[in-house]
């Protein structure tokens, strides 16, 4: 069984380059931060015979300063599920 299930993670984090194009809607006097935030990913799968799998990917962004400045602090999350068929 532990041969047939697999996992993958991983983790990023995201800085803009540039941020003189961008408008900070909390206070126009400032700049926005350069941090827009971390996304962690996490993948399960489960083979079940040679031809036939199962998985299961989950998501998610947690917003920096940057995105804050711009649109607020909300957590983005993603979930994801496959069924695949190799001939």
Request: glycine fraction near 6%; hydrophobic fraction near 40%.
């Amino acid at each position: 069984m532990v041969d047939k299930l697999s996992y993958k993670t991983q983790m990023f984090f995201i800085w803009y380059d540039e941020t003189d194009n961008l408008v900070n809607r909390k206070d126009a006097t400032k700049d926005v931060d350069d941090y827009a935030g971390t996304t962690f990913d996490l993948q399960l799968k489960y083979a079940l015979d040679k031809n036939f799998s199962v998985d299961y990917i989950f998501g998610v962004f947690m917003p920096g300063d940057g995105i804050d400045d711009q649109y607020g602090d909300d957590v983005a999350m993603t979930n994801c599920l496959t069924l695949a068929w190799k001939y």
